[in-house]
């Protein structure tokens, strides 16, 4: 079975202070691994998509890497507008051609000016 | 270009009611997705439809919700006897093509009363 965890649940950093969250995902064949943000009584925004094991993308002061079992998504110099739910999917091969996307629970980050 | 729009943004409902929920995707986008997000939860996989091929129910919950994609476009999630554990945010994703990055509306909050 697909599956696709977050950790840490919660995290709450000061303004500036670096850090990572982690995904790591068991799936039959990975087509691709998605990061999310999500503020509060919105849809998810789209971030970043990662195919391979050692790609790496950034933008502003997020940066995705994925390895094959886990993708994390490092935050340098983190601002108060940074706060918000951090959401991985994995989009996993089934069959020939079917595909099945996963979601994990998310990471819930606040940021403290 | 516009986004995905969802409506209503917010239903409230009886116990044992109907509801509709539409979708508007992305002008051109082949795919379409929806996901349940109840409170604190990950987003629960629904249903997918590609083009013109039989949509991927196998998300759906139960026989009591169902959704179709009228000419390729506009999506229409119906859940019939509403019960209070339908409660969530319905959210619908379109993207250019069944592999590519999901977009996602900003969602539809139904509370079952």
């Known amino acids: 079975e697909d599956q696709v965890t977050q950790s840490p649940e919660a995290l709450r950093l000061q303004e500036g202070e670096s850090s990572s969250l982690n995904c790591s995902y068991t799936?039959?064949?990975?087509?691709?691994l998605f990061w999310y943000r999500q503020d509060p009584g919105k849809g998810p925004e789209f971030l970043f998509t990662l195919y391979s094991a050692g790609e790496e993308k950034e933008k502003e002061r997020l940066k995705a890497t994925l390895t094959k079992k886990e993708s994390f998504l490092h935050i340098t110099a983190p601002k108060p507008e940074d706060s918000a739910t951090y959401l991985c999917?994995?989009?996993?091969?089934?069959?020939?051609?079917?595909?099945?996307?996963?979601f994990g629970p998310g990471t819930r980050l606040s940021v403290l000016p | 270009g516009a986004g995905v729009s969802q409506s209503p943004s917010n239903k409230v409902t009886e116990k044992g009611k109907d509801v509709e929920l539409r979708c508007d995707p992305i002008s051109g986008h082949t795919a379409l997705y929806w996901y349940r997000q109840s409170l604190g939860q990950g987003l629960e996989f629904l249903i997918y439809f590609q083009g013109n091929s039989a949509p991927d129910k196998s998300g759906l919950p139960s026989d009591r919700f169902s959704a179709e994609r009228t000419g390729g476009s506009v999506s229409t999630l119906t859940i019939q006897r509403t019960q209070q554990e339908d409660s969530a945010v319905y959210l619908c994703a379109s993207s250019l093509g069944g592999r590519d990055t999901q977009y996602f509306g900003p969602g539809t909050r139904l509370t079952v009363l």
């Open positions: 999917a994995v989009q996993a091969r089934v069959g020939d051609y079917g595909q099945n996307f996963v």
């Open positions: 799936v039959s064949g990975l087509r691709g």
